[in-house]
């Protein structure tokens, strides 16, 4: 298994710009999220996803749009991107949506610089 | 409004300490508090985790400790070693009833020096 998979590494955006951030797994996890990682603030939760076809916000989630098509597929789309965008995204997923625990498995990250 | 905040920012640590890292959270409702470690260039990864239910749990050289009444839990790490550096990152979920929402802490950069 490939486990969590983000493309691309390393991505540098102009103001205004759009751009997908890919995220795919192997696992076939039920339970997929975003978060982005900025300094001295932790990991903060953008959207999850509880299956297919079902998407929700979380804390900061104003300048992205998800979509869940596929179990395996969890895109991050910017949709006019922002200097306060400039983070290192991460994807995560977990085998169940909840009501019991589960570990989460992350990706490798995507940094992303808007300029 | 920080939900889980985390102490210290920065630690340095001499080969062989105990690294003491501390949470505190402000929902009561959270029941899943793990540990995630994270090495620069790569992602979190579980270290361990705790229920509420319990006061301690222990794996190895990592023990996390869970004070309810305090609303507080911590990470202890015996015998730290120079390939423990990283930066550790205290979470809560609310469990029960669905969902699977992490809030974080704001991390902990660890450096076991020799």
């Known amino acids: 298994n490939a486990g969590v998979t983000q493309t691309p590494k390393f991505q540098v955006l102009k103001t205004g710009q759009s751009m997908t951030l890919q995220c795919a797994q192997d696992m076939n996890h039920e339970y997929m999220s975003w978060y982005r990682q900025d300094p001295g603030m932790g990991l903060r939760l953008i959207h999850y996803?509880?299956?297919?076809?079902?998407?929700d916000q979380g804390e900061v989630p104003n300048g992205y749009n998800v979509s869940r098509s596929t179990t395996e597929d969890f895109p991050l789309r910017l949709l006019s991107a922002a200097p306060s965008q400039t983070s290192v995204y991460f994807c995560a997923s977990s085998y169940e949506a909840g009501g019991s625990y589960n570990e989460q498995f992350f990706g490798p990250g995507t940094r992303l610089t808007v300029l | 409004q920080q939900q889980v905040k985390q102490s210290p920012q920065s630690l340095i640590v001499q080969k062989g300490g105990i690294s003491i890292i501390n949470c505190a959270y402000e929902?009561?409702?959270?029941?899943?508090f793990p540990w995630y470690q994270q090495f620069p260039g790569k992602g979190p990864a579980l270290l361990i985790a705790i229920r509420p239910d319990v006061s301690e749990k222990k794996e190895g050289r990592f023990t996390i400790s869970f004070n309810k009444s305090a609303k507080q839990f911590s990470l202890h790490i015996m015998d730290s070693q120079p390939g423990d550096s990283a930066t550790y990152f205290c979470?809560?979920?609310?469990?029960?009833?669905?969902?699977?929402?992490?809030?974080f802490g704001t991390g902990t950069q660890l450096k076991v020096e020799l």
């Open positions: 929902n009561t409702a959270f029941d899943y």
């Open positions: 996803s509880v299956g297919a076809g079902i998407t």
């Open positions: 979470a809560a979920s609310v469990i029960t009833g669905g969902g699977n929402k992490l809030t």
